[in-house]
């Protein structure tokens, strides 16, 4: 199991993420569920229209915080857009229903996926030493 595969796990058994992204010098924070693995790489799903993408545009540096079975998992790097149909048709097909609740297809022009670049991940509790690695 490769690094993103690891995170994307944890991702999993906790159901939901929190994804902070900033406008100017206003943090926002967001829930999550959207993620996967493609090509070794931990992709997130929105839409391009949303005012998260458009600030992961402009400035692609964000974090991820989650929580599952007493642990917590931070990931802080950057985000890249990936504009490639077929990262897309990755990310909906390992989470179908993105295709049914939100409606998203890979080519309706408004799904837009990005991955994590040059990221940190620890995975830290109350009573075990923090897990660091790298994505």
């Not at 642990?71 to 857009?81: N, S």
């Not at 990310?91 to 993105?98: S, T």
């Amino acid at each position: 199991m490769n690094n993103a595969e690891r995170a994307n796990e944890f991702l999993t058994e906790a159901g939901m993420y929190y994804l902070a992204t900033a406008d100017g010098a206003q943090p926002h924070v967001r829930i999550f569920t959207s993620h996967s693995v493609h090509e070794g790489k931990l992709y997130i799903q929105t839409g391009n229209k949303k005012d998260v993408f458009k600030q992961l545009l402009a400035n692609p540096k964000a974090e991820i915080c989650a929580f599952s079975k007493g642990k917590w998992m931070r990931i802080t790097g950057e985000l890249v857009h990936d504009d490639r149909a077929e990262a897309r048709k990755a990310v909906l097909d390992a989470q179908p229903e993105l295709r049914t609740v939100y409606h998203y297809d890979e080519n309706d022009g408004v799904c837009a996926v990005v991955y994590f670049k040059s990221a940190s991940v620890v995975i830290a509790s109350f009573t075990d030493a923090p897990e660091t690695f790298t994505l």
